[in-house]
């Protein structure tokens, strides 16, 4: 009589209510298991590798975690890596928010330096210390090969501070989004010790440079483009961007409506800086004559390619009707044109800063020095060019005096008061404070500072002591002091 055959039955599992499985050992894994059920109803499990009661503390200690996460809502989902979470980020969050050029360049970023160091790494796993070292290796230096002239050359290249700081501040924004998406708990790039940036130095021209300047810059076939950037305070791309529809003539004023921006191979014209950055800007009759006759030059070349022109074409373009490169602009052409006028090299954008510099030294209100300059708030302009409102101060200390009857303009001292310290002096025009506001409406006002009277040493000697304040070295005094 054959026997019975009895089947192993496996030992009954205990599940707590509401704490999840007790951790038991899986043969066919290898493994203890414990499960779960997550924040969205489904069915998770968790594992350990270790033999013995180690593993199953861990495989408890695993599920204990994961039920704290699902009791704060969060999302536990072990498959989510950091480059799931930059990818998601960038489609469905910095493609609405951004510019396209910003977002091209974040883009840039999580492709170069992102994915490769941490792409890899599970999102709930990702520490403070794995972006400590991530950020390390960026900034360390690593070998570059370029070839020039048919030899090859290997330097040592390192990332610059504001570069890290850019890195940083796209994990940042994507990490944060996972907090509000429930994905992390916290934002570990919070925090995060990053380099200082060393702020560019500003290098604008003094009045007799910018005279200097503009006389170097009179024929040249750029120099509608040149004297706007310097009596607009516009820039770079605001000024490429510039379409013959954007003057009007009858107003004396043109409009920012857009900026140039290349992606992808193409040219666009995209959304201004900032709300403020929509702007109309007033022009003065010489600076209208010179963009008359650029556009009297321009009627004339372009139909030899074929085109006649229309309020639509760009105001600067090339030989054939493209818009210009901004380093063609500034590395072909600027450079050149500083080197004509024997001028230190500066930036594009520093024509910006003169504009800005000369009108603050000249007594101008900063609130309308702000509009003419896009700036969203005031106190970007005011803290940008603190350097030049001492010389403001120094006005308006003077006008208070003369009010009072304590400055230049009050009046001379009696017989009595002759040689001793009361009163005041006999006033001397040799000496005597120019006013800044008849000098700018002898001179027409905004986007007139090429036009400041030679004459007004005061002026020079201001703009020229606020550039070399800027400079750093030994020699420069403490802010705030007067000489």
Avoid at 332 to 344: D, H, Y
Avoid at 347 to 369: C, M
Wanted: charge should be positive; proline fraction near 7%.
């Amino acid at each position: 009589m054959m026997g019975r055959i009895i089947a192993p039955t496996m030992p009954a599992i205990r599940r707590d209510k509401g704490s999840g499985e007790q951790p038991h050992w899986v043969p066919a894994m290898g493994k203890w298991r414990a499960r779960y059920v997550d924040a969205d109803g489904r069915r998770r499990a968790v594992t350990s590798s270790k033999p013995g009661r180690a593993g199953a503390r861990e495989a408890a200690a695993r599920r204990d975690e994961a039920l704290r996460r699902s009791a704060l809502g969060l999302v536990d989902d072990p498959r989510l890596t950091v480059e799931h979470l930059l990818e998601r980020w960038l489609a469905d969050v910095a493609a609405v928010k951004l510019r396209p050029q910003s977002l091209e360049r974040y883009r840039g970023i999580v492709r170069r330096h992102l994915i490769p160091a941490i792409g890899t790494v599970p999102l709930r796993a990702l520490t403070p210390q794995q972006i400590a070292t991530a950020y390390a290796a960026l900034a360390a230096p690593r070998p570059v090969t370029t070839t020039h002239a048919g030899s090859r050359q290997t330097t040592l290249r390192t990332m610059s501070a504001a570069s890290l700081r850019y890195v940083h501040a796209v994990l940042h924004g994507a990490l944060e989004q996972a907090v509000a998406w429930r994905l992390i708990e916290r934002n570990p790039a919070a925090g995060a010790s990053l380099p200082r940036v060393a702020t560019p130095e500003m290098r604008p021209l003094t009045p007799a440079e910018a005279r200097r300047f503009l006389e170097a810059a009179r024929g040249h076939a750029l120099e509608s483009l040149f004297t706007l950037a310097l009596t607009t305070g516009m820039r770079q791309g605001e000024l490429l961007a510039l379409r013959w529809r954007d003057v009007d003539w009858s107003g004396w004023r043109v409009t920012v409506h857009h900026t140039l921006i290349r992606l992808d191979g193409r040219w666009w014209l995209g959304e201004p800086k900032t709300p403020k950055s929509r702007r109309a800007i007033e022009l003065t009759g010489p600076t209208l004559d010179l963009l008359r006759t650029h556009r009297a030059r321009q009627a004339e070349r372009l139909p030899a390619i074929g085109h006649a022109l229309t309020d639509d074409d760009l105001i600067f373009c090339d030989a054939a009707g493209e818009p210009l490169w901004g380093r063609h602009v500034t590395t072909l052409q600027l450079k050149a044109l500083l080197r004509r006028a024997e001028l230190p090299p500066i930036r594009f954008h520093d024509l910006r800063h003169t504009f800005a510099t000369l009108q603050l030294a000249a007594g101008t209100n900063p609130k309308i020095v702000s509009e003419v300059l896009g700036h969203k708030e005031i106190a970007i302009t005011l803290d940008r060019y603190s350097h030049a409102l001492p010389t403001m101060q120094a006005t308006a200390m003077a006008r208070l005096d003369a009010i009072l009857g304590r400055g230049d303009d009050a009046a001379p001292p009696s017989d009595g008061d002759k040689g001793s310290n009361k009163g005041s002096p006999t006033p001397d025009k040799a000496n005597e404070r120019p006013d800044p506001s008849v000098d700018r409406a002898e001179n027409g006002g905004i986007g007139t500072a090429y036009r400041i009277r030679t004459d007004d040493l005061r002026l020079e000697r201001a703009v020229s002591w606020a550039s070399r304040r800027m400079r750093p070295g030994p020699g420069r005094r403490a802010a705030g002091r007067r000489r």
